[in-house]
């Protein structure tokens, strides 16, 4: 067996989803956007309720009535405004996630070259997962096909470290909290 020797070469690899999910960096970004998704469930829940109300209103009322065909205009324009406000609110969440993971991404590889640098590492790799998603063949292909690192020695892992070196950086105001974008509270259509 022939195996190529890198000398003075020193590797380390983290666990990214690991840093996602536990760095506070990342924890409070998205503690913000679950917070704002809560309050969309909310202003959500209170426009299912008027259309319902609208709706059973609707069903004790005889078709010839005169309100009849005001009645289910009002619950059209319910159900419209239901619609784009969840449209609204998905699409906001959705970019607010996407920032969020987007911007501690840089703060974090910022910090790690820092962390790097300090300890000597010339390379970090990402760790490969302990174990494929088996949702479908097509995620597992994706996964397989990301993988850079198949295997590494359990001693090169420096997630837990540097998770403690993130999160006090943090602690000390080093990083911030980048704001969270503004999920939308008015649950009036565009245009209105």
């Known amino acids: 067996e022939k195996l190529f020797a890198w000398p003075r070469l020193r590797l380390a ?13 990342f924890s409070i970004r998205l503690e913000r956007i679950q ?3 809560k309050q969309a469930e909310t202003q959500l829940d209170e426009l299912e309720k008027q259309e319902k109300t609208l709706k059973s209103q609707l069903d004790l009322l005889s078709r010839n009535k005169p309100e009849y065909s005001q009645l289910v205009e009002q619950l059209e324009h319910a159900r419209l405004q239901r619609k784009l406000f969840t449209e609204r609110v998905r699409t906001s ?4 996630q996407i920032e969020a993971l987007a911007s501690g991404y840089a703060e974090m590889h910022a910090l790690l070259k820092t962390f790097a ?20 063949i097509q995620e597992v ?3 397989l096909g990301q993988q850079s690192v198949l295997y590494a020695e359990p001693s090169l892992d420096i997630t837990e470290s540097f998770l403690v070196y993130l999160n006090a950086r943090f602690a000390a105001g080093t990083v911030s909290p980048a704001p969270a974008p503004a999920v939308p509270t008015d649950s009036t259509p565009p245009g209105k």
């Open 13 to 25: 690899v983290v666990n990214l989803d690991v840093l996602i999910k536990n760095a506070k960096l």
């Open 93 to 96: 969440l959705e970019q607010g």
């Open 117 to 136: 640098s300090e300890k000597g590492l010339k390379l970090v790799l990402q760790q490969p997962p302990s174990r494929l998603s088996t949702s479908s």
């Open 35 to 37: 917070k704002d998704q």
């Open 141 to 143: 292909f994706i996964q």
